[in-house]
């Protein structure tokens, strides 16, 4: 596939965007992409609604074409994008779902579908899902308006009558036949395998829509060899602007010739499942897929009480995955264990809040008061310097960053109580900051502009019109100008405003400091302990002499892939 000149401009364009929302954008793994052979990526998790698309999109080196939901494709902004990068349009069966007639309730013992005023004869056809209470049903059979057969179902579910929606069955068989074509010509295909975009730290069970392509074109053609490449979307906080993420391409792997033939043969549901499995391995290995939001922070806490010094993002990604596996051995095999470290690790942070400090923010401790407060003068001086430059953009942007604020929020509220897969609805907080933008700053900007063209209008009337409407479109060029020195500027002053409050600690009481800092070498100590006798072959690599010295326990060094794959 060539990319053409409208893909190269809006893939710079998402790159420019990307830039701006991340402070620090990494990528690893680049090399397992294939140059030439017919690929599928799957990429997980979708926790950023259209700005984990525009991620991938951007950054990725070889040209793809990507199935996007047709809903999006309705959005003016993200429909045109779409139609220049050739995106694949797909109806999704949860975007077309309606609410039924009547009440159900589910009879476990029966495996049916119980209704009341309902009318299934005319709304409801075998295939079709019915969604009650969160939960979905897959419908084999209708009997009539109040009964329907379904697959069984082991979860309980309140033998009570309730509201439901009808999730209808869609044929997709041109858009596989579409996708097998591109695969022949030996392109690329990118998707979320999701198939919806979530706040959750674990990600959502696979669709079967991309093993079908590929065991589709497969058993197609028995020359071709489609790989499926993980990749994997890491945030910090996904939800945050100028936060850090890494982009993750996993090994590539072939499709089984034994999936290809069940599937060839007619044994399609054993062999998608069968391909569903391995790529859920894949994508497991490139991702931190925590069971939940506590464990997550935990194990985040665990990973900065065992890494001594301050890594880069990419490396503390990795140890994440890592502790993700470790903690879920250590819960099999001694779960008293396990819960004993993480309350030591709770009441540490526990700690930590009460000062009202962070755990990267403990070292700044390590110093005399007479040091601290020339270190606290410095910083609280390049403060009032930075205020003092940001304040003008900051005033120009303030009904900017109000409004992307206040449409984020409801979106977020909306999006939320429509989704069964949301938490908080974080996931799309970033998106509704981005697209209202396109079109508000714009707007702010000539607004502002028209002010200052009022005021030359008032006080420059020796000015010519043309000098005034010159100047006019300078004060419109400048704005923008403005608002990227704001976000630099920015970095560094949150950089700065971090220090404050440690070195204040150290100046007014330096005996909770002491303290504090040797809580933290007696649980770091504790979690090394902890990590090794579990994991006894793991020493990340460390330049620090004391980390060094609780290390020396471990007599073999070996990569972080080794570790993970000692878990398996």
């Given at each position: 596939m060539e990319s053409s000149i409208g893909y190269k401009a809006v893939q710079t364009l998402f790159q420019f965007t990307c830039h701006l929302l991340f402070r620090e954008l990494k990528i690893t793994g680049a090399h397992h992409i294939p140059t030439t052979e017919p690929c599928i990526f799957i990429v997980a998790p979708h926790s950023n609604q259209f700005i984990d698309p525009c991620l991938f999109m951007g950054m990725c080196p070889r040209p793809t074409y990507a199935i996007m939901a047709a809903s999006a494709c309705r959005l003016s902004l993200v429909g045109q994008f779409g139609k220049i990068l050739n995106?694949?349009?797909v109806v999704r069966p949860q975007d077309v779902m309606s609410l039924g007639s009547g009440q159900i309730r589910y009879n476990q013992k029966e495996n049916q579908i119980e209704g009341k005023g309902t009318q299934f004869l005319s709304e409801v056809h075998v295939r079709d899902s019915i969604v009650v209470q969160n939960k979905s049903y897959h419908v084999v059979q209708v009997t009539s308006n109040t009964i329907l057969q379904v697959l069984h179902v082991n979860e309980e579910q309140e033998d009570i009558f309730a509201d439901y929606q009808i999730m209808p069955y869609i044929n997709q068989s041109n858009i596989y036949e579409g996708v097998h074509n591109h695969l022949n010509q030996h392109h690329a295909i990118a998707l979320f395998p999701e198939g919806a975009s979530h706040d959750q730290t674990e990600i959502l069970p696979l669709r079967a829509g991309f093993a079908v392509m590929a065991l589709g074109a497969a058993a197609k053609n028995a020359k071709l060899d489609v790989k499926l490449v993980p990749v994997g979307l890491n945030y910090s906080?996904?939800?945050?602007?100028?936060?850090?993420?890494?982009?993750?391409y996993g090994q590539p792997f072939s499709l089984d010739p034994i999936e290809v033939e069940q599937y060839r043969l007619g044994d399609r549901k054993h062999a998608v499942n069968r391909l569903l499995e391995r790529s859920d391995q894949a994508l497991k290995r490139v991702i931190v897929n925590a069971p939940n939001h506590?464990?997550?922070t935990i194990i985040r806490a665990a990973r900065r009480l065992y890494l001594s010094k301050r890594n880069s993002f990419e490396q503390a990604v990795e140890t994440d995955r890592c502790f993700v596996q470790l903690?879920?051995?250590?819960?099999?095999?001694?779960?008293?264990?396990l819960d004993a470290i993480e309350k030591q690790i709770e009441l540490y942070q526990d700690s930590l809040h009460f000062l009202g400090i962070k755990d990267d923010q403990v070292d700044k401790l390590n110093t005399t008061p007479v040091k601290a407060v020339i270190q606290l003068t410095v910083c609280v001086i390049q403060l009032i310097l930075l205020a003092g430059l940001c304040t003008p953009a900051f005033i120009l942007n303030l009904p900017l960053i109000w409004i992307l604020k206040t449409i984020s929020k409801r979106k977020q509220k909306e999006l939320l109580a429509s989704s069964r897969f949301r938490i908080t609805g974080k996931d799309v907080v970033s998106t509704w900051r981005v697209i209202p933008a396109v079109f508000i700053a714009p707007i702010v900007y000539s607004v502002h502009a028209l002010c200052y063209l009022s005021v030359l209008y008032n006080y420059r009337n020796h000015w010519s019109l043309k000098?005034?409407?010159?100047?006019?479109?300078y004060a419109w060029l400048i704005q923008p100008v403005l608002s990227y020195l704001l976000i630099r500027f920015s970095d560094k002053g949150i950089y700065l405003y971090r220090f404050v409050r440690p070195l204040y600690l150290a100046i007014s009481n330096p005996?909770?400091?002491?303290?504090?800092?040797?809580?933290?070498?007696?649980?770091?100590?504790?979690?090394?302990?902890?990590v090794h006798e579990y994991s006894p072959e793991l020493e990340f690599l460390s330049t620090d002499s004391k980390h060094q010295q609780r290390l020396k326990t471990t007599k073999k060094k070996v990569d972080l892939r080794v570790f993970c794959k000692s878990l398996l």
């Open positions: 995106a694949i349009p906080h996904p939800e945050r602007f100028r936060s850090k993420v890494v982009i993750s506590q464990t997550l903690w879920a051995k250590v819960k099999q095999k001694n779960p008293a264990r000098v005034k409407l010159i100047q006019t479109g005996r909770v400091g002491n303290l504090i800092q040797t809580k933290r070498q007696k649980l770091s100590e504790e979690i090394t302990k902890f």
